[in-house]
């Protein structure tokens, strides 16, 4: 049996090309829309072209009798399923029945008013014309300020002042640090509505077949969706499957249980047929949650030479019409955060939460921590310009010390493990910032506007330690190896695009000396995976990574059981997938032990014939992992056009399982962040009227907008998890606008401009250098 | 994001088309680049669309007496490469270079583009600058008329119900005239915010311009003060004056005039560093 | 979105005034209307067929006319839906005599909603635009083939 040990190179930490590519790239991947099934029908959903209205009547009679439609539904035929939850609970918080489909009223343009059920879809999208729906339009509010505005129309009547919450959260003697204050600095931020634009819009099918409903849908989270849709439908759960399919980008905007996945459920129940619904680009636009919404006023306190002394913020949130699963928890996110990577011992921070006619909005890439890095990060540049000081300077004078860690926050975190100087001092290295300086020195004196901009993010990820969060933050791994020795894992994380079918089996086939072939990894079908909770809050890797690694030591200890059962020996070492006896020197490989376990000739004492283990791991804490952007930037002086001539992002995510998949998140990110900066925005009109509706009128970066992102790194490892990971799903995008801002405020601030809010439209900036800087 | 059903027809000859057109509640379908969106979003539903593709002799581009003709049916991307327009009608082949997207590209036509008459499109600037001419044909018979009769205002053409557009003709260009498109592009859709076609040639200058306004115009005001005074910035300046300019979320009318005259201002440049 | 304007018609104000509040002359110069129904003092019920490039819709609404001052101002407003959205219209038309003709100056607000509001919100205000000319083109056509009276 003894065979020549080689010991395999460790694939962990390896640029390892994806897994999962090869059939998403050659169409051979199986999406929400690629599922077809006998007899299915198809359905469209009428939705409300008002933002608020009472509904006087509706006939569905013409779109009833249209050929080829089995269904019509509306609010009053859905009256027995329940309302669209809202996970987030928060004292004194204010939560509007969500029912399915409207009952008597509408309250933003997109409402699900009815759902017709056809032999196929052009059908039913025809049949939607012949509904008849009576409105009495009433007037509506789409601003968050307006909305609190004395006399503003109430959104739901039953609370006129549209305050949804209040929060307040304070740390040390905020009030004290401001009297104390040698330099005071205020300035109003906005960060905008943003819609998430996922290239595969949602999608759900769904069958009730011999007692059992299945659910497909195109969702971050199939398991809480599963136990929620149960809730709603009045289904037994464990007659529900539910089945998550490639999903094509999420963003946060698939972490939420919708309308129509309990609806698609409801009409396939009804009709005893299977039915596919998939949203089109518009529906997503208006009816899928938006990002961001904030209006923030900032107070920072300091003395002279840079210390900063205190942070004070009102924040207020643009909540949409009514609560999805996670809406009124994101700006609690950004007051966790809002200290930063900064000795911040006293700040004081007030939410409110304000409803508005339009789609609630929710997590989206970074979900509150972008809101949160965009306000300090803009208020540290502006002390800096108060205290003619370098931006750098300020930064590393109140970066949390290296050897302060861990570290209490004024927030009341616990920041894991960092070194924040690290990665600016390297950005700083890569873009030689002296020489820049004297570069822009030289532009300026010729007439240019040049800027250079730094963001030094910190992101709290890893979500998280289950007491922190709405339904459990822990996430689970099953690992089996078939009697043939090959490796099938199991994660309840449910990626949808990060990468975990390869970073999982580089962590498996480390740990079991296999190759990477040898694993396959499993996900997102709730009848085959264990309960999971999954991919959101840059998690994945960081607490389904541990899941993994600590059911594999589960594993572990039973191959080393078998293989001494096998070897004949109590001295054995199991590694390189052989199980080693240390006396005789005689091996046993991995795929023989767990032949041995199903075959279960003979056991060993205690042990259970199979060879497979499951871990339910809760993390101790959360992770944070931090990093600096550097953005140089050029203004065209005669129309305001930006140019982002370099992108520096050194991120430190702390150890790196691959960083190929890393690089690929951190210019995703970017992207979205530049998006932010630059170019997108949701708009409503003073009505409610979406009028960036279609991708012709809300801009996201294409390639040719976007800069080459020079992309490094620093491994500080997290002591949080035994694999030292953090995570990087949102570091890009938490870190970029900042930077990109914090850059063309740089460039004008000759001019007299102190700050821009997003995105930075060539106009804005235009106005801004005509007016000589005022706004 | 389903059209209303509706009738196709790829005629095979350009009198087949004719006729189909003739039927009524018919649309001629080039490229689609726009009429598609329209039609999936419902906000258009013809009752037939008259597929031109396959009708021998609408594309391609032949030089012949001093002009090139151009098949209506031509891609933007065929404009772009076209060995014998980037040297003998520079500008049409740099403006259709800045349309949209590769993708539309290469499936949007000159003469789609020509017949929609969007008013932030690229082409109607440079036709505009070059003084080209339409081919407009109906049942028995075909006339040919300047694109700056052809274009009447936002969306509206000279085209009669039943022509149909089947080609662009525009003069080879003198030796020594200097060209420029410059397009400040909207971010989400492509179009021109404010594009400026220049063509200058013996110290005379056209200036065509779009996305500006209702429809693309040629700056006459501006090309006068050129000539009188060889003053580029000056003549720039004249662009948008009294032009009512349009406004929207992307840029107000302000902002587009003023665009219209740093733009202006570049063609301009370009153009003359081109000429000789 | 707001709307402005001015247009000069070659009539002395009072029959600018009267040809502006005449539904069958309303109706002749409204791009796409056939005809105004009177459903209550100076309120009319309009059918609106509105065809630009290849967009079509059938708007069905109300016209009225309110705040009348004769012969120097009056607010006209419009109200339409149809598959396509919604639209209204509320404008102060003010008339100012020029000698023989009339300048009719006209400020308002134009409301849009549904489909054309969300997609075809870059070209509303040039529609808007090009509607208004055709209407007072027309209405200068109608001028000039009616004999005054």
Known sequence: ?775 | MISQSFEYSAPRTLAEALALLAGGDAKVLAGGMSLIPMMKLRLAAPGRLVDLSRVPGLTGIREQGGALHIGAMTTHYEVESSAVLRAKCPLLAETASAIGDVQVRNMGTIGGSAAHADPAADYPAALLAVEAKVTLARKGGERTLAFSDFLIDTFTTALEPGEILTGVIVPVEPAGAGVSYQKMLQPASGFAIVGVAARVHNGSVRIGVTGLSGKAFRAAAAEKIFAETRDVQKAAAAVPLGVEANSDIHASADYRRHVAAVYAARALNAALSRAS | MKIGGAYTLAVPQQRAYSLLQDPDVLAQCMPGCDHLTRIADNEYEMKMKMAISAVQGLFTGTVRIADSHPPSSFRLIVEGSGKVGFMKGDGLLTLMPEAASTEVRYEGDVQVGGLIAGVGKRLIDVTARLLIKRFFEKLAEQIALQPAP
């Open chain 1, 1 to 775: 049996m003894a065979t020549t040990i080689t010991k395999p190179d460790t694939l962990v930490g390896k640029r390892i090309k994806r897994k999962e590519d090869p059939r998403l790239i050659t169409g051979t991947a199986t999406y929400v829309d690629d599922i077809q099934m006998p007899g299915m029908h198809h359905a469209c959903i009428l939705r409300s072209p008002h933002a608020a209205a009472r509904i006087r009547s509706i006939n569905t009679h013409a779109a009833a009798g249209h050929p080829g439609v089995v269904a019509v539904f509306t609010g009053a035929d859905v009256a027995g399923v329940g309302p669209v939850p809202c996970g987030a609970s928060l004292p004194g918080l204010r939560v509007p029945h969500h029912s399915i489909l409207a009952k008597d009223r509408v309250y933003f343009v997109g409402h699900p008013v009815a759902v017709v059920v056809a032999r196929d879809r052009y059908i039913a999208t025809d049949a939607l014309d012949l509904i008849e729906v009576d409105y009495d339009v009433l007037p509506a509010v789409a601003d968050p300020e307006k909305a609190l505005a004395p006399g503003a129309p109430a959104v739901h009547p039953e609370w006129p002042d549209n305050i949804a919450f209040t929060y307040h959260q304070e740390g040390g003697e905020p009030d004290k640090a401001f009297a104390e204050a040698e330099v005071v600095v205020k300035q109003r931020i906005t960060s905008q509505r943003l819609i998430p634009t996922a290239m595969e819009t949602r999608g759900v099918v769904a069958e009730h077949r011999a007692g059992q409903l299945t659910i497909w849908s195109s969702t971050q989270i199939p398991h809480l969706m599963r136990t929620l849709v149960a809730m709603m439908l009045g289904v037994p759960e464990n007659l529900l499957r539910v089945v998550t399919p490639e999903v094509g980008g999420g963003f946060g905007s698939k972490l939420n249980v919708y309308a129509e996945e309990a609806l698609m459920g409801f009409v396939a129940m009804k009709i005893g047929k299977p039915v596919k619904w998939i949203e089109s680009r518009r529906e997503n636009y208006l009816c899928t949650i938006h990002g961001r919404g904030h209006v923030d006023y900032y107070e920072i306190a300091a003395r002279k030479d840079g210390t900063v002394l205190g942070l004070k913020l009102k924040l207020i949130q643009d909540l949409g019409a009514y609560h999805q699963l996670l809406t009124p928890a994101i700006p609690t996110l950004s007051v966790l955060m809002m200290p930063g990577l900064y000795r911040f011992r006293n700040v004081s921070a007030d939410i409110i939460g304000a409803f508005t006619n339009c789609v609630p909005t929710d997590a989206y890439r970074g979900a509150g921590r972008p809101e949160a890095t965009h306000g300090v990060e803009r208020m540290m540049d502006l002390l800096a310009v108060e205290l003619k000081a370098d931006p750098a300077e300020i930064r590393l004078k109140n970066f949390i010390g290296a050897d302060e860690f861990p570290y209490a926050t004024a927030t009341g975190l616990s920041y894991d493990s960092g070194d924040y100087a690290k990665p600016l001092k390297k950005a700083l290295d890569i873009v030689d910032y002296h020489h820049l300086r004297q570069e822009q020195a030289r532009a300026k004196a010729a007439g240019r506007l040049m800027g250079v901009g730094l963001s030094t993010y910190g992101e709290i990820c890893a979500f998280g330690p289950s007491p922190a969060t709405p339904a459990g933050g822990w996430e689970s791994a099953t690992v089996k190896v078939e009697p043939t020795g090959k490796v099938t894992v199991m994660t309840g994380a449910s990626p949808h695009g990060q990468g975990e079918e390869t970073t999982f089996a580089q962590i498996a086939a480390d740990e079991l000396g296999v190759t990477m072939d040898d694993v396959t990894v499993i996900h997102g079908d709730t009848a085959v995976v264990q309960y999971g909770i999954g991919t959101f809050g840059s998690r994945g890797t960081a607490v389904g990574g541990p899941a993994l690694y600590f059911a594999i030591q589960e594993l572990k200890k039973k191959i080393v059981k078998f293989g001494a059962m096998l070897l004949d020996s109590d001295d054995v070492s199991f590694s390189g997938g052989l199980c080693v006896c240390n006396k005789s020197g005689k091996t046993v490989p991995l795929a023989a032990i767990a032949g041995a376990s199903y075959r279960a000739m003979k056991l060993p004492a205690g042990e259970q014939p199979g060879m497979m283990a499951t871990y339910f791991w809760e993390p101790p804490n959360f992770a944070f992992p931090f990093g600096a952007h550097i953005a140089v930037t050029e203004i065209d002086r005669d129309t305001g056009q930006v140019a982002i001539k370099r992108y520096v992002a050194v991120d430190d995510c702390g150890k790196i399982i691959n960083p190929l998949l890393v690089d690929g998140q951190v210019h995703g990110g970017v992207v979205q962040g530049i998006g932010q900066a630059l170019y997108e925005q949701a708009v409503y009109d003073d009505n409610g009227q979406l009028l960036t509706g279609e991708l012709t009128d809300y801009a996201i970066p294409k390639a040719s907008m976007v800069p080459w992102i020079e992309s490094s790194h620093t491994e500080t490892p997290s002591p949080v998890n035994p694999l030292g990971v953090k995570g990087v799903g949102e570091a890009g995008t938490i870190g970029c606008s900042p930077a990109v801002v914090n850059s063309v405020v740089d460039a004008l601030s000759h001019l007299g401009v102190r700050h821009i809010d997003m995105p930075l439209t060539p106009e804005r900036i235009w106005k801004l250098i005509s007016a000589g800087g005022r706004a």
